[in-house]
């Protein structure tokens, strides 16, 4: 079993920035397929950046292209998502996802962590 365990999130006001980081557990991190994923009140969860195991393959959605930037410290078992240029719109609880294969559903979930951008 694989724990996942976001931090990071916070207030901010628009054009600010913030790192989310997520640490998981055990010892076969670096062989996963890490994603970063958001759910805004009363909308679906969404797709926001992916990574592969060795960095090699890096994943964005079109609104986060230019301002967000994920990278992964397999030494530390950690996956982060930096966040610039932040809008009101970003404002979700972010989740990060392991998954065993680039394609495929993700298998581990963590609990989130809430981003609220302020106007």
């Known amino acids: 079993q694989v724990q996942l365990v976001e931090s990071g999130g916070g207030l901010v006001q628009a054009g600010g920035s913030l790192r989310l980081s997520c640490a998981a557990s055990g010892r076969t991190f670096s062989k996963f397929y890490m994603g970063w994923f958001r759910q805004a009140p009363g909308k679906e969860r969404e797709f926001v950046a992916a990574?592969?195991?060795?960095?090699?393959?890096?994943e964005y959605a079109d609104f986060v292209k230019g301002r967000f930037t994920i990278s992964r410290d397999n030494a530390k078992n950690t996956v982060y998502l930096q966040m610039n240029s932040l809008k009101p719109e970003d404002t979700a609880v972010y989740y990060c996802a392991a998954k065993w294969a680039a394609t495929g559903p993700y298998d581990y979930w963590g609990q989130g962590t809430q981003v609220t951008i302020s106007s």
């Open positions: 990574i592969s195991w060795n960095g090699g393959s890096i």
